[in-house]
Structures are given as structure tokens and as C-alpha cells.
């Protein structure tokens, strides 16, 4: 059990006194009806655009504001960050603005374009280091870094200043819905190490204790769950790393503190969700969301009865997503909708087989939309991976019934991971 000291709360004063120092230095996003997302979950849906902000990214808020309340002097010898991407990018910019001397931690598995873009936004500034697979790993580094070279760590989220940083959004929010005449009923915010929905919440429930706040994990890396079941933060043992600006293996003391004083609800949702909610975004708004930037919306999916004609702010956070990416979210979100299926069949090694397949197997509607297979010299059959995407989900079980027939051994990779990343 982890006991906080009462000081370790955030309060609605903290994240107003941070918004005086930003109010001059960052954009005031949008807060932007959405048609699309409101008709489809039957409730009044908001977007926060933090995915607007210079960085592309909240980030900007809470990493500006920790080096801006650093003492100059200690400012000016240096200062160190451990990020996955956006809050490296907000570091950056930062030191530019400034002329402080910067080095920035990154694991190795970060999208190249999150790291050319702290590269553009830091310029001479900047010096990035790629450490570890993992968040965690990169962070570890950061520090032995620090306090070898003496210099300021700047924390991405268990610091009070960078949560309140965080929590100035809320402020624009809630007051560009208060001059719009609207009552926030709910506000989703991801959840990656717990820096921005602590900064939300606080000023959230300083101010209008009644909107609920929820935040959101994705459903391979829920750190904060975690932390709220065992009482205190808690290392995963494993972890998925798709949504890599939320992929953190364990939350802050701070931030766990915050969450549970403040948070109503914390929820977890399939990284396949997620994908969904990028490429409705996408494909529907023209925006372009970054994983963890779209796990607000996504939590509308899991929450539909709760927020059925209530109205919802939905903070997208980030938008720094790396294009060559979409094939992936586009096959994470058909195999989470139940369109895209992948086996492993045992086929006859005579003419005709794949055409009895197609005729006999598929119904008219789905498609074959990979085959692979290498006639094997002296056999009667070898085996073929075969990825079928349905025309209507609802066909399954017949099209499961029939491979059955055709080849009683047949392998679903839906129940091999191992073998579906290897093949796939």
C-alpha cells in the first residue's frame, strides 16, 4: 500500500497557476463539435484538439511549464527527459524557445518520425540518445544520466509541475463550453503514465465536481488499472507496445495518488479499438490521430450506455502518427471487427484444390487476401497459410464449419499468437 502525503495532490490553484506562465506560450485548441462520432454513440460528442498544439501534442503544455519553473542557473547547465515521443517533442521545443541544452532519452522501438521530429523541433539544442525497448528502459537511463552529469530531469508525468501543465487544457475546455452554453457531463483522457488526467481531474473536479472524468488505457499496457487493484503502482510483467505514447510499464507515485483522489473511472480497451477509432477519425473527420491520441474516442465504444445523451469531451491528444503505420492499424482494426481471418490449411497437392476452396469454402462475398504455399516434391498435401477477409462478419461460424470439413487439422492463428506474428 502506497501512502501519499495530502501535499501530493494536485489542486485546481496548482493548474491555474501554470496556465498564466503557458497562456502567452501555447495554442488554444479547439474544442470541436463531431456529427459522425455523436450520431453513432447517441450522445453529444466534443473533441479537445490537442493534436493542434505546435508539437502536435498536449506535451507541449506540462514540458514547458517544468522548465520554465526550473531556476534559470540550473535551467542553463542542462536538462534531461525520458520519452517515447511526444513529450520529448514538447522538451525540445522547449529548449529551443529557451537556449537550454537538452539530451532526450528514447527507446530504440519509437516511430522514426517521432524522433526525426524532436530532432526538428530541438535543432542544435538537442541531443537524442536511443535506449532500450521499453519506456521504462529509456527513463532508467535518463536518470543515471542525470545525476552523473548533474543536471534537471524533466519528468513526463510524475512531477506536480508537469501535471499541472497537463491540466491547462481542461481549463480552455471548460471554459469554451461555459461560453458555448454546454454542461460537460463526461471527459476521456488517455492514460499513459498518468500525467494528463491528474492535471485534468484536479482542475476538473476543482471547478465542476459533477463531470465525471474517465480515463483510458490501452487494454496491453494498463499500468493504472493495475496500480488501483494492487493499491500502488506496479510494474507489468508484460506489455504491449502498439500504442507506444501510452505504453508505460508503471505508473508514477503521483500520478496514482491523483487518480484515485480524482478520476471517477478508469477503463482498459483493445488495441484493436484503438485502430478502429484511428481510421474513423481518418476517415470520417480528416483527422489524423496517433494511437494514444485516439484511445478517448475509443472508450466510447465500451461506454455507450453510460453516455447515451450526455455530453462528452473527448481529449485527442496527439496526432504525431508515422504513415507507414496504417497498413498495421487497418489489419489490427479488420481482425478486431471480425473481418480478417488467417489459417493454416492443409491443401492436396493436385490441380483444382484452390479452386474448390473458393467455390466450395468461401461464401460470395469474402475475398482471399493472402496465399501462400510451396508444392512439395513426393507429398499428397503441405500446407497453406490462407488470409480470408469476410464480406459480412456474420458468415463465420459457416465459413469455420466448412474448413472444418475440408481439413479437420486446419490451425486458426487467432489462437496462435506466436504463430501469427511469425507468418504474418
Known amino acids: 500500500m502506497v501512502v501519499m502525503q495530502q501535499s501530493a495532490l494536485l489542486t485546481k490553484t496548482d493548474v491555474d497557476k501554470a496556465y498564466e506562465v503557458l497562456r502567452p506560450i501555447i495554442r488554444h485548441t479547439p474544442l470541436q463539435y463531431d456529427v459522425y462520432l455523436s450520431q453513432k454513440y447517441h450522445c453529444q460528442v466534443y473533441l479537445k484538439r490537442e493534436d493542434l498544439q505546435s508539437v502536435r501534442s498536449f506535451k507541449i503544455r506540462g514540458a514547458y511549464y517544468a522548465i520554465a519553473d526550473t531556476p534559470a542557473e540550473q535551467r542553463q547547465r542542462g536538462v534531461v527527459c525520458a520519452s517515447a515521443g511526444n513529450h520529448a517533442q514538447g522538451v525540445a521545443w522547449t529548449c529551443h524557445q529557451m537556449q537550454v541544452p537538452a539530451t532526450i532519452f528514447m527507446p530504440v522501438t519509437t516511430p522514426k518520425q517521432k524522433v526525426s521530429q524532436v530532432s526538428f523541433f530541438g535543432g542544435d539544442d538537442v541531443t537524442i540518445k536511443l535506449v532500450g525497448d521499453t519506456f521504462d528502459a529509456a527513463a532508467a537511463a ?8 548533474e543536471q534537471t530531469f524533466i519528468a513526463p508525468f510524475n512531477d506536480k509541475r508537469t501535471m499541472a501543465g497537463q491540466g491547462t487544457l481542461a481549463i480552455e475546455t471548460l471554459a469554451d463550453a461555459a461560453k458555448a452554453g454546454i454542461n460537460v457531463d463526461y471527459m476521456f483522457a488517455a492514460i499513459g503514465g498518468g500525467g494528463l ?7 476538473v473536479k476543482g471547478t465542476n465536481p459533477a463531470t465525471k472524468v474517465v480515463g483510458v488505457e490501452p487494454a496491453g499496457a494498463a499500468s493504472m488499472k493495475a496500480a488501483l487493484a494492487t493499491g500502488g503502482p506496479i510494474a507489468l510483467s508484460e506489455m504491449d507496445k502498439f500504442v507506444d505514447g501510452a505504453a508505460v510499464k508503471k505508473v508514477g507515485a503521483l500520478t496514482y495518488a491523483n487518480v484515485k483522489e480524482y478520476v471517477d473511472d478508469v477503463i482498459a480497451v483493445p488495441e484493436g479499438q484503438v485502430c478502429s477509432a484511428i481510421l474513423d477519425l481518418y476517415s470520417k473527420e480528416a483527422i489524423v490521430a496517433e494511437p494514444a491520441g485516439a484511445l478517448s474516442v ?12 450526455k455530453t462528452v469531451v473527448c481529449v485527442v491528444s496527439g496526432g504525431n502518427n508515422d504513415i ?6 487497418e489489419e489490427r482494426s479488420l481482425i478486431f471487427e471480425g473481418y480478417q481471418h488467417y489459417f493454416i490449411v492443409n491443401f492436396p497437392q493436385r490441380p483444382g484444390a484452390l479452386r ?12 482471399i487476401t493472402k496465399f501462400e504455399y510451396t508444392k512439395k516434391v513426393n507429398r499428397g498435401e503441405g500446407p497453406v497459410l490462407i488470409g480470408v477477409r469476410l464480406g459480412d462478419r456474420a458468415t463465420l461460424p459457416g465459413l469455420l464449419e466448412r474448413l472444418s470439413q475440408f481439413d479437420p487439422r486446419y490451425i486458426n492463428l487467432k489462437d496462435n499468437q506466436m504463430l501469427y506474428t511469425m507468418m504474418v
Open 298 to 309: 475509443a472508450a466510447l465504444a465500451a461506454q455507450q450506455e453510460q453516455i447515451a445523451g
Open 356 to 367: 474448390e476452396v473458393v467455390n466450395e469454402i468461401l461464401s460470395p462475398d469474402d475475398d
Open 197 to 203: 488526467i491528474s492535471g485534468v481531474a484536479a482542475y
Open 142 to 149: 535518463a536518470e543515471a544520466f542525470c545525476k552523473e552529469n
Open 324 to 329: 507507414n503505420r496504417m497498413q498495421e492499424i
